[in-house]
């Protein structure tokens, strides 16, 4: 019973600081969707939350997932990771990242930086190393 009362208490803790970011966060969200005419997403969202909370507890490191592949995901704000890591290249998100896997494997290779570690299965490796080398981000 304890530890269920410690852990609702960190829960709430939780909640409190995501909802002063929320509520620091909307003017800026309003503006952005309000000028660019389209909206921020949820996961957009829950990164730029999570990034900030990151930046002021002064973590030393953080494990980012990315949403869709990486291309053209939000994560990719993220210029010099330690390493890079493709779990796995599968039909996943098809109507998104791709009919075929060197198409899924295209989308997902987009968080690939230039210069930095990649870690990732020996099957990926066989789709990947048909992309162009262009296709790294610096």
């Known amino acids: 019973y304890k530890q269920l009362a ?3 208490s960190i829960i709430y803790e939780y909640i409190n600081v995501y909802k002063k970011i929320i509520e ?3 003017p800026l969200i309003d503006e952005y969707e309000e000028k660019e005419d389209s909206k921020v997403t949820l996961f957009e969202l829950e990164t730029t939350m999570a990034l900030l909370y990151f930046y002021r507890k002064n973590v030393d490191f953080v494990v980012l997932e990315t949403g869709l592949g990486g291309l053209y995901d939000c994560t990719n704000i993220i210029t010099h990771p330690l390493v ?4 796995s290249i599968g039909y996943d998100h098809m109507h998104l990242l791709g009919n075929t896997l060197p198409e899924i494997a295209f989308q997902k290779a987009g968080i690939i930086k230039l210069g930095q570690p990649i870690r990732l299965p020996l099957r990926a490796l066989t789709f990947l ?4 080398a262009a296709h790294a981000r610096p």
């Not at 890079?84 to 779990?87: A, E, G, L, R, W």
């Not at 190393?129 to 162009?132: E, S, V």
């Open 84 to 87: 890079s890591v493709i779990t």
């Open 6 to 8: 410690q852990n609702d």
């Open 24 to 26: 620091e966060l909307k």
């Open 129 to 132: 190393c048909t992309l162009p």
